[in-house]
């Protein structure tokens, strides 16, 4: 097939309004607005909120939004999804082009690519929480990205990064019944026990997300919070006071006040008190500890089995001990 000539594009001579390098219409034609190269929110500080699936991350996402000087937001998946494809593009072109080797993408080339894609979602964000006060910081909660703290640290160096934490034998029965939610057949077909589900959770997500995240901690201790889902439970207003203590906002007691009741799991549940079970919502008991009613015998010893080790460095006791 020969290769077929693409008809000029129009760019216009103004911004048009709306969002950077989109297609505005004016008279009988499309005309591409100039892309813009600088808006408000890409020197803002990044933060990231990660942690095992059913730690308490929607939670954090919630009380950070609920901050006047936050724009927060869940499952963008920037490190999971868009900056694999980016890299992939940028090695693609460098194999396929042929004008030498002045004319690849280097690894500095291609963190600048990834930032400017993050950035132009990010403004949008920005754009949609101007009645809020001043932003001074964006954050992006996604669990996965525990995985991908390295990548995104090369796009955003100064980046913090909050780690929750939660016993992960609590996180077996919560991420059970999300997915029974999800789509119960197509779950209990390929689990069709707690324990195989348990083995699964322990494996492929607990630990090796814990482990990720604390190494990255370890690597850049100034930009590492990390906070244990059952201390925050217990004490919501303190640590919320440190948590935006480290993000550089403000932590007086108003605002931290009204994030606090804005994320409280009664306003996240629609009025429920703590401890009253709803297993089709997704915020579903809002207590900790309910692992031991929950689990059965076989599940225990599979996740202790595992991720012992784990929950003893923790601090959360195994089994055995809580019942002597």
Not at 99 to 120: E, V, W, Y
Not at 148 to 160: E, H, I, N, S
């Amino acid at each position: 097939m020969p290769w077929a000539t693409p008809a000029p594009v129009p760019w216009a001579s103004e911004r048009s309004g709306g969002v950077s390098g989109c297609w505005a219409r004016s008279a009988d034609r499309k005309i591409m607005t100039v892309p813009t190269l600088s808006h408000p929110a890409d020197t803002l500080p990044r933060a990231f909120i990660v942690g095992c699936q059913k730690s308490g991350t929607s939670w954090m996402q919630a009380l950070l939004n609920a901050h006047p000087e936050v724009c927060a937001r869940g499952e963008a998946c920037f490190g999971t999804s868009l900056l694999p494809r980016l890299a992939g593009l940028t090695e693609a072109y460098n194999k396929a082009q042929r004008a030498g080797t002045t004319n690849a993408f280097d690894a500095d080339d291609s963190a600048q690519i990834m930032r400017l894609a993050i950035c132009t979602l990010q403004r949008k964000w920005f754009e949609a929480a101007k009645s809020k006060s001043p932003v001074r910081i964006i954050a992006e909660k996604t669990p996965e990205e525990a995985l991908t703290l390295d990548t995104l640290g090369r796009v955003f160096p100064a980046m913090r990064v909050i780690h929750i934490i939660r016993d992960g034998r609590d996180g077996v029965v919560s991420g059970w019944h999300h997915n029974l939610r999800e789509d119960a057949a197509a779950f209990k077909s390929r689990f069709p026990t707690l324990a195989s589900y348990t083995r699964y959770f322990v494996e492929h997500h607990w630990l090796p997300y814990i482990t990720a995240a604390r190494r990255w901690g370890i690597e850049h201790p100034e930009q590492y919070l990390e906070l244990q889902y059952e201390d925050v439970l217990d004490h919501p207003t303190e640590h919320a006071r440190t948590i935006f203590g480290f993000l550089g906002v403000d932590a007086s007691d108003e605002p931290v006040g009204q994030a606090v009741e804005r994320a409280s799991f009664r306003s996240m549940s629609g009025g429920r008190a703590q401890g009253e079970t709803d297993n089709a919502s997704h915020m579903r008991k809002g207590t900790s500890g309910g692992w031991r009613e929950d689990l059965d015998q076989a599940s225990i010893e599979i996740f202790e089995q595992i991720g012992g080790s784990m929950l003893d460095t923790l601090g959360y006791p195994r089994a055995a001990a809580m019942s002597t």
